[in-house]
């Protein structure tokens, strides 16, 4: 289990927010305990992005293609139900019940719900697995015979990954409801290295030569990667004292609690990963039939990772600690904790959207460029990265403001909301494809314009239900960090000009160094002028540094 304590504050700098450990006193969430759940998501995200690299080498662009739209569907029931709606209603009840009737009720919930979603889940897979060909006609109709067949396989393999995380989802809702943040936030990085090893693996077993066979083997280690993802964290559950017992009292007023905060969050959820399923669709409809919906793969899962390292995590230790404040109503409290969520989130992915954008062909080069993944496929992913990193910062912000919502009772704001976005994405996607003729990287700016629309929507709403979200701290806190957005852009935009010049017929080692000294000189910029301009984000960030440095220069004994 992890604790917070209150790092020594630099002059100038306003009050700290600390973690949620007072069970009779809810605070904000601290910079310290971002961090610590942030490395741990960076792990996973680091593992995420290798398994990409090494997915990307591996297999051809028709192969790639194959799979991300075999996977896509999966993976979007993942990302609604398990980690999203499943999740955020489960967390939100889990979390007040805990506060208000005690550990016992508590785990009672976890029986029934658990068992539920056991239930229904396995129905859910056993459903995709036998529509398997009507779905993928639906999704890449307009493919090659070969590859639709291909693509009904590969769905039918990977199906049951949706009933896996669906658990691992429950249990890290359960962990993080008590305040365990380590274990959940390390499971999926088992997910990668399982996928990792296990698909590589078989990959090379079923079929040296890296064609379909092996694809078959790279989808079953990912079936085993969920696995994985589940089973590393049942030892932290059962240290809390959780033994689960099968239970179908599931007219239990808490399970029908969640029930009723799930639906609306599906749809309020389903905004971005709708939009994404949408994306990968229109994409097999462009003229170019193989490598679009990888290039929006490999561009997306760049932007995911500090939107992963920075907004979910937010996210993550923001959840329970506004469910247990909303306890009490919308209260100063509440208000609190979320607008620090949005400073900190705004703080953390303005110079990620940034840098991506500017650096976008070196970083996917360094990256992806190897074996299979052509110089061709760089330069197209990073025109998708380039708009895909535009909508970062909504995205992230998204992550925060969205759940609160389901904690305050208003659960049907988000989804009408979600919904016109969704119909307003698929108006953009079908004027830029058929209207236009325009390429893929019109795809992804048509997200991140879903992603402001939506954030900014959320937000009006929030403000007016709470009476006030600290929207001049807010917008102080941007008008802060604008200088220092600037600087690191313009050395951005410099190291490719003048300090890139041989890229070309530099190696892999010189172009990684090259490309890292340019990140750092910009990132220190960024952060050096948002301290010199007293931005109170930068200040815990360097109040804990100098504490870890002080603590390492003290003689042992």
Not at 121 to 134: D, F, K, N, Q
Not at 200 to 215: C, T
Not at 311 to 316: D, M
Not at 342 to 352: E, I
Request: with cysteine; proline share 5%; aromatic share 10%.
């Amino acid at each position: 289990m992890l604790h917070d304590a209150s790092p020594p504050r630099p002059p100038g700098t306003g009050p700290l927010p600390a973690t949620p450990g007072d069970p009779g006193k809810e605070r904000a969430i601290s910079a310290k305990t971002t961090g610590i759940v942030g490395l741990a998501v960076m792990c996973s995200r680091i593992l995420g992005l290798v398994r990409e690299q090494i997915f990307a080498a591996m297999f051809d662009r028709a192969l790639r293609d194959c799979f991300l739209v075999a996977f896509r569907l999966p993976n979007l029931l993942r990302d609604l139900f398990a980690e999203g709606a499943l999740s955020t209603a489960f967390v939100t009840v889990f979390s007040q019940k805990m506060k208000t009737e005690g550990d016992r009720a508590a785990w009672q919930l976890a029986h029934r719900t658990i068992s539920l979603a056991t239930v229904v889940m396995s129905g859910i897979t056993l459903l995709g697995i036998l529509c398997a060909p009507w779905i993928v006609q639906a999704m890449a109709g307009s493919w090659e015979p070969w590859k639709v067949e291909f693509t009904i396989l590969l769905t039918r393999i990977m199906f049951p990954f949706i009933l896996l995380v669906s658990l691992a989802a429950l249990v890290m809702g359960i962990l993080n409801s008590r305040k365990v943040y380590g274990a959940p936030a390390m499971a999926s990085s088992y997910f990668n290295i399982v996928s990792i090893l296990g698909g590589a693996g078989l990959a090379w077993l079923l079929d040296p030569h890296l064609g379909p066979r092996a694809m078959i083997g790279f989808s079953i280690g990912t079936l085993l990667g969920g696995l994985a993802q589940l089973g590393v964290q049942l030892p932290a559950l059962f240290r809390e004292g959780y033994r689960f017992r099968f239970s179908r009292d599931w007219k239990d007023p808490g399970v029908k609690r969640i029930q009723q905060l799930m639906w609306p969050a599906v749809i309020a959820g389903s905004a971005v990963q709708v939009n994404v399923l949408m994306n990968t669709m229109f994409a097999t409809e462009l003229a170019v039939k193989n490598g679009p919906v990888s290039w929006l793969s490999c561009a997306f899962r760049l932007m995911q990772l500090p939107l992963g390292v920075f907004g979910v995590t937010v996210a993550t230790l923001t959840l329970p600690v506004l469910s247990r404040a909303a306890t009490n109503g919308v209260t100063d409290e509440f208000r609190t904790v979320l607008g620090s969520g949005n400073r900190l989130v705004l703080f953390l992915t303005l110079p990620s959207a940034v840098g991506l954008f500017v650096l976008a062909q070196p970083i996917i080069s360094v990256l992806y460029e190897h074996g299979m993944f052509t110089a061709y496929d760089t330069a197209e992913s990073a025109l998708a990265l380039r708009w895909y990193a535009v909508g970062l910062i909504f995205y992230a912000c998204i992550k925060v403001i969205q759940p609160a919502f389901t904690a305050i009772g208003h659960r049907f704001v988000p989804m009408a909301v979600a919904l016109g976005s969704i119909l307003l994405n698929a108006g953009l996607n079908s004027t830029f494809v058929y209207h236009f003729r325009l390429g893929h990287e019109f795809l992804a700016l048509s997200t991140a314009v879903i992603a402001a629309v939506n954030f900014l929507l959320l937000y009006y709403f929030m403000r007016r239900i709470t009476g006030g979200l600290d929207t001049g701290r807010l917008l102080l806190t941007l008008l802060k960090l604008l200088p220092g957005t600037v600087a690191l852009g313009f050395v951005s935009w410099a190291g490719l000009h003048w300090g890139l010049t041989e890229w070309a017929t530099s190696g892999l080692p010189r172009r990684a160094v090259s490309l890292g000294l340019i990140i750092a000189a910009a990132g220190s910029a960024y952060f050096v002028l948002a301290l010199a301009l007293k931005v109170d984000e930068a200040g815990q960030f360097f109040s804990i540094l100098q504490k870890r440095r002080a603590r390492r220069g003290k003689p042992k004994g």
